[in-house]
């Protein structure tokens, strides 16, 4: 069974912290995403990677940043988390190529809270 | 302006009832997809249709295509309360890497 899982289900955080939100997926999949989704706004790309080491800027980047130092793992980092990126965040991956082209699997969601 | 916007927001039915939820997009396609999300959950993929296709089944799931109207329906029949979620449209455009981008969602609810 394939899965997509993010380091935590609720964080909290304070104003001025540095955030690591971490994604493992099992499907050695090529392409990995992380979305914020808020009310009213639909789910919006931050970042993705199509490789080890590649990264490419979505809709949002402002405030974020990432990392793929191995093909399973995407972490997302908010370098100074503020109020306004109290969010649902979401992890998603997809394979390259095949039948299945572009279908995306998703974590379950972190949702984060900042004071 | 984003694409992939779900028309109607929010859809209130019966069990037993169909529902009808349309999206429209802006720019080419590769292929449109569509999501569910149960509350506070990730996204789960449901069907997948393809540029040059016009419609697709997939158990009580039906999606249509028109390409000269830059839209999409999903129909799912004889609705079930375990149907109520949101339901999330998603265009692979013109783009690289798999991208996708998302509409804002129909939330259905479903009534037993």
């Known amino acids: 069974d394939v899965k997509v899982t993010q380091s935590s289900r609720y964080l909290v955080k304070r104003t001025g912290e540095k955030v690591f939100l971490e994604c493992v997926q099992d499907m050695d999949h090529e392409n990995m995403f992380w979305y914020r989704q808020d009310p009213g706004l639909g789910l919006r790309l931050i970042y993705f990677s199509y490789d080890v080491k590649m990264k490419e800027k979505g809709d949002i980047p402002e405030g974020y940043s990432v990392s793929r130092e191995k093909k399973e793992r995407f972490s997302l980092i908010l370098e100074s988390a503020s109020t306004n990126q109290t969010s649902m965040y979401l992890c998603a991956s997809s394979k390259v190529g095949g039948s299945s082209y572009n279908e995306q699997f998703f974590g379950p969601g972190t949702r984060l809270t900042v004071l | 302006s984003q694409q992939g916007e779900e028309d109607p927001q929010a859809l209130s039915i019966q069990e037993g009832e169909n529902a009808t939820m349309n999206c429209s997009y802006k720019?080419?396609?590769?292929?449109l997809q569509w999501y569910r999300q149960n509350s506070g959950r990730g996204l789960v993929h449901l069907i997948l249709i393809r540029s040059n296709e016009r419609e697709k089944h997939s158990g009580r799931l039906r999606v249509t295509l028109d390409t000269s109207k830059k839209s999409s329906s999903l129909l799912i029949t004889a609705s079930r309360a375990a149907d109520t979620a949101s339901y999330f449209c998603a265009d692979a455009g013109g783009t690289s890497y798999g991208k996708l981008t998302f509409g804002q969602g129909t939330i259905l609810t479903v009534h037993p």
């Open positions: 720019t080419s396609i590769n292929n």
